[in-house]
């Protein structure tokens, strides 16, 4: 019972420590109890079984945290306009597996090779963990530690050096330290060793804040210019307005809100036109795709040209499904599909564009899809076994084709060189700054996230947005369907915002910034790191053993 306990005391500190709704700090101890309860369950229970019991109890953790954080995804809809479960328990149950695994394996690790050992392997294993979720197919970075201090930024100002895996690696730390504490105390009763312990773990938790604070209330950035934006929020129900209404209503109700919407004021007095006009992923054609190789003729993309013309030297950017039909001798990738009623070949995208007169109309194609969603994982091995099922999460139900690298779109007007991420791609720090790499002095977001309707999920996807513009220390104009559309400053600071579902514009003086931090330069090296101390840590073992016998 005891230990049953201890596992629900940290699935409760895990999910009540979470953004938007929770207070972070009890992430330092949130993994304490599960770590006293692995190791009562190998050192003291008469338990038969005790990996297993250790792996449920662990994943009863995990599911609570899991279900607790991303319970909002129920509020998907299925085709009949009922809730869908599939869609929450699917990656619940899932994620919460996973990281069970990955307990199990400190557990086995720390029985083989001690405490100590177990301890420093515990911060490596769920650090590479973490880093897997950042790159594998089945990507759900959703609840890396290092998101959960995104509504408190103003603490973690230090994220422009070691960014939100440098967190993880701190919390874990925080984690280890208290628990070491806890069990010296216990082993012991030594006051003297007691605040000793305390005080070092004192110091990790809140140094990191002080020196961040003071960076924060000390920061200054040097602005290279500043670009005039027009966020666009078209608020359409994704389930029966986006993708049921008329192309050509939705582009002119579009178009009209950025025409209403196209003088700023400067202090006051001054007068100035719009630079660029942000629209929402997804936002055009509606019903159906864009054909890439039809961009000059589309009346879709030609009207906004000709919006563009009655404002000179504006630029248009935004999202829109589109496709693009291969001929028979080109080379078809895997995510290409073959539509036998017309005889082609051809892939779907989900896709970013900047609409420029008298130009070509440049793409970028979402790379960071969503599982179930945009990808069928491992597409290669599962397909032969699954055919074409895919869980119906809101939104496509086919695989969609990607870019390979990151592009940036330059303005031929202005300095600004915008990075055009799409939606969940802002959850991936590391793969941001391959946009400011590219010469990126801006980044605009352009998202979708009312599937979910008024919950966590658009909160919190919101709120990591603050810590790509820390990591990177680029202010970010950030378009969403439904809200909240923001602009939010290199500090993390959301300057300005337009509520959830509201429908209308937001207007920004934006500053355009080219330094480039320290982790723009090495992104996720903690994470790399952590890869080397696990192999050496595995090689430890039969090293270990080698001179054992030989003594």
């Excluded at 991303?70 to 996973?98: E, H, I, Q, R």
């Excluded at 919407?261 to 036109?273: A, L, M």
């Excluded at 919101?462 to 104009?477: G, S």
């Excluded at 090293?543 to 054992?548: A, C, M, N, V």
Aim: glycine share 6%; hydrophobic share 45%; aromatic share 14%.
């Amino acid at each position: 019972m005891k230990n049953l306990l201890l596992a629900l005391i940290s699935g409760v500190l895990l999910a009540i420590s979470w953004p938007t709704y929770g207070i972070p700090f009890f992430i330092f101890f949130a993994f304490v109890p599960l770590l006293m309860m692995e190791h009562n369950i190998q050192k003291f229970s008469n338990i038969k079984k005790k990996s297993l019991a250790i792996f449920g109890l662990s994943y009863l953790t995990f599911v609570i945290w899991n279900a607790v954080t991303t319970g909002w995804l129920y509020n998907s809809k299925l085709p009949d306009g009922s809730n869908s479960l599939l869609a929450v328990l699917f990656p619940v149950l899932t994620n919460s597996f996973f990281m069970a695994l990955v307990f199990l394996a400190y557990h086995f690790y720390k029985k083989s090779q001690g405490t100590y050992f177990g301890l420093v392997f515990f911060v490596v294993i769920w650090m590479a963990f973490e880093k897997l979720h950042l790159v594998w197919e089945f990507t759900w970075p959703w609840l890396n530690l290092g998101n959960v201090f995104a509504d408190y930024h103003q603490l973690i100002q230090w994220y422009d050096t070691l960014g939100a895996t440098g967190g993880s690696f701190w919390i874990l730390i925080c984690n280890v330290l208290a628990f070491y504490t806890l069990r010296i105390w216990e082993a012991g009763r030594i006051r003297k060793s007691l605040i000793k312990n305390v005080s070092m773990l004192a110091g990790f938790i809140v140094l990191p804040m002080l020196i961040s604070l003071v960076k924060y209330y000390n920061y200054s950035p040097k602005s290279v210019g500043t670009l005039n934006v027009t966020m666009l929020q078209p608020a359409l129900d994704p389930y029966n307005e986006k993708y049921q209404k008329d192309s050509l209503t939705i582009q002119s109700d579009l178009l009209k809100l950025a025409s209403e919407n196209s003088i700023i004021k400067f202090r006051g007095k001054e007068t100035q036109n719009i630079d660029l006009y942000l629209a929402p992923e997804t936002s055009l054609p509606g019903l159906g795709s864009i054909s890439e190789r039809g961009f000059n003729n589309s009346l879709l993309i030609n009207n906004i040209k000709t919006f563009l013309t009655q404002h000179p030297k504006s630029v248009f950017s935004g999202g829109i499904s589109s496709h693009y039909v291969y001929a028979d001798d080109e080379e078809k990738p895997v995510t290409a599909s073959f539509l036998e009623r017309q005889g082609i070949w051809v892939d779907e995208y989900n896709s970013a564009i900047q609409i420029i007169p008298n130009q070509q109309p440049e793409v970028y194609h979402k790379a960071m899809l969503v599982p179930g969603v945009e990808i069928f994982p491992y597409i290669n091995f599962f397909k032969p076994i699954l055919g074409n099922v895919m869980l119906d999460l809101g939104g496509t139900t086919r695989s969609l084709g990607v870019s390979t690298e990151r592009k940036v779109f330059a303005n031929p007007y202005n300095k600004s060189v915008i990075a055009p991420i799409i939606c969940y791609e802002s959850v991936y720090g590391e793969y941001v700054t391959d946009y400011v790499k590219k010469g990126a002095n801006l980044l605009t977001i352009v998202t979708n996230d009312s599937w979910w309707g008024f919950s966590q999920g658009h909160k919190q996807l919101l709120a990591y947005a603050k810590l790509r513009a820390i990591e990177t220390r680029r202010e970010i104009a950030r378009s969403a369907n439904s809200g909240t559309s923001a602009h939010i400053n290199s500090r993390g600071d959301i300057v300005d915002d337009l509520p959830y579902g509201a429908k209308g514009a937001l207007i920004a003086k934006v500053n355009l910034i080219d330094h480039e931090t320290f982790y723009t330069k090495s992104g996720d090296f903690l994470s790399r790191l952590s890869l080397f101390v696990i192999g050496a840590l595995l090689l430890f073992i039969p090293g270990r053993k080698y001179l054992t016998r030989k003594k």
